[in-house]
Every structure is written in structure tokens, then in C-alpha cells.
């Protein structure tokens, strides 16, 4: 089974800029998670999907930041426009609930260096 | 790599002995708790989970011990291995299906 799959794996821009980060969750996940790890922080939550729908998207920081998942399936991260603190590893995860339990597998990850 | 900058606590363990990784959570509401290795380049793999009605549970090589008076949690790994020299994460969530908050993680460096 195919794990959690993140495009691209490394993404270098200049401030002002925009990027847009892609998250293939496991098949029949209907949980879909992003979390990022900025330099010398922990690893924050920023949003939850539940198939197309917004569950959660208390950790979003701003506005510069949209979060899509259209039809349910893979997500996309975009920022626009990009700023220094921007910089970091933004990870996505997925996850089905079976008997109220519930394990969130991650993606490699994406590192994101903004100049 | 991605750990720059990231001042982790780091557990030196000779290879073959008993490594044990403390975390402390601060939310009493938490019912949930997971380790997570995470290896360079790579993103956080599960180990183990808990749940708050347990105190302890046993994996293959791995125990997680729950003290839910000082909230406090741990990864007992048995005869460590190379393999298992990894930024360790412990991870808390109020209830199945919430968001995860993570602790600030440990380096385990395995000496042969």
C-alpha cells in the first residue's frame, strides 16, 4: 500500500513569491492533515480535512495561506505570497478512524526555503 | 538538514543497551498519545499509541509507559539498534480525529 505521498520535496523561492505544496493522502483516507515545522520550533498543526470539508483550520497563521481539497482526494497547500518566516517542513498526514481509534501517517515532507 | 537550529535534547545510548525518552504533555484533557520516530529527510513514523485508560503497552521492542498523575509519558526501546538513532516524537490529541500537538522531540544517537 502507497504511503503518504508530498510534491515536491524541496521548493526554494524568493519572498513575494508563491508556492503551492501538494499532498497525496493513503487511498480510502478520508482524514487529511497539515502540520509544518518552522526552524527551531515543534511541529504546529495547521489544518484538517475531513474529504473536501474544512474541519479544523485553527493553525492556519494568516491569509497568505489556502488550503484546498477539491473532490475529497489530494490536497493542495499554497502561499501567496511568501514571506522569510515562511520557511520550514510542512507535512501532511492522513488517517481513517477504525473502532474510535485513530493513527495519523505522515508524508516525507515538504522543505520549503524562502530567500 | 531540518534540524538546524532545532536545539533537541540528545540521548547518547551505547548499541545493544536500553534506551528510555521522556516527555512531559500539559494537557489533562488528552486522551490520546503517540510516538513518532522521524529520521533525516524523512517524515514522523509511527511507533506506538496509548490510550489515557492504559498505563502502559508493549510493541516489538518498544513499551510506553502513561503517568497521567504527573502527565508525563515515555519510550522504553530494548536493545537499540543503529537503526533506531531518529529524532523521537511524542504527540497528544484530546480525542481520535483532533489535531495532533507535538512535543519538541529528542535525538537518540546509537554508538556502536
Known amino acids: 500500500e502507497a504511503g503518504v505521498t508530498q510534491f515536491p520535496s524541496h521548493s526554494v523561492i524568493e519572498k513575494g513569491q508563491t508556492v503551492t505544496l501538494r499532498c497525496d493522502p493513503i487511498?480510502?483516507?478520508?482524514?487529511l492533515y497539515w502540520y509544518r515545522r518552522v526552524m527551531g520550533k515543534e511541529i504546529k498543526f495547521l489544518l484538517h480535512?475531513?474529504?473536501?470539508?474544512?474541519?479544523?483550520e485553527s493553525g492556519m497563521p494568516n491569509n497568505r495561506f489556502l488550503a484546498e481539497r477539491t473532490g475529497g482526494t489530494y490536497s493542495t497547500l499554497k502561499v501567496q505570497p511568501a514571506e522569510l518566516e515562511d520557511s520550514g517542513v510542512y507535512f501532511c498526514?492522513?488517517?481513517?478512524?477504525?473502532?474510535?481509534?485513530?493513527?495519523?501517517?505522515f508524508g516525507p515532507g515538504t522543505r520549503l526555503l524562502v530567500l | 538538514g531540518e534540524s538546524v537550529g532545532l536545539h533537541l535534547p540528545t540521548l547518547s545510548v551505547q548499541e545493544g543497551d536500553n534506551s528510555i525518552i521522556n516527555c512531559a504533555y500539559s494537557?489533562?484533557?488528552?486522551?490520546?498519545f503517540i510516538w513518532y520516530k522521524q529520521e533525516s529527510g524523512k517524515g514522523p513514523q509511527f511507533i506506538i499509541d496509548?490510550?489515557?485508560?492504559?498505563d502502559k503497552r508493549q510493541g516489538q521492542r518498544v513499551t510506553v509507559l502513561l503517568n497521567k498523575t504527573v502527565k508525563h509519558l515515555s519510550l522504553q526501546i530494548a536493545a537499540t539498534q543503529p537503526g533506531d538513532s531518529a529524532v523521537y516524537f511524542c504527540?497528544?490529541?484530546?480525542?481520535?480525529?483532533?489535531?495532533?500537538?507535538f512535543g519538541g522531540g529528542t535525538r537518540v544517537l546509537v554508538k556502536p
Open positions: 498526514a492522513s488517517s481513517v478512524r477504525t473502532g474510535g481509534l485513530e493513527t495519523q501517517y
Open positions: 487511498s480510502g483516507h478520508d482524514n
Open positions: 480535512f475531513v474529504k473536501e470539508s474544512k474541519q479544523d
Open positions: 494537557n489533562s484533557a488528552s486522551d490520546y
Open positions: 496509548i490510550r489515557s485508560n492504559m
Open positions: 504527540a497528544e490529541n484530546k480525542a481520535a480525529g483532533n489535531k495532533l500537538t
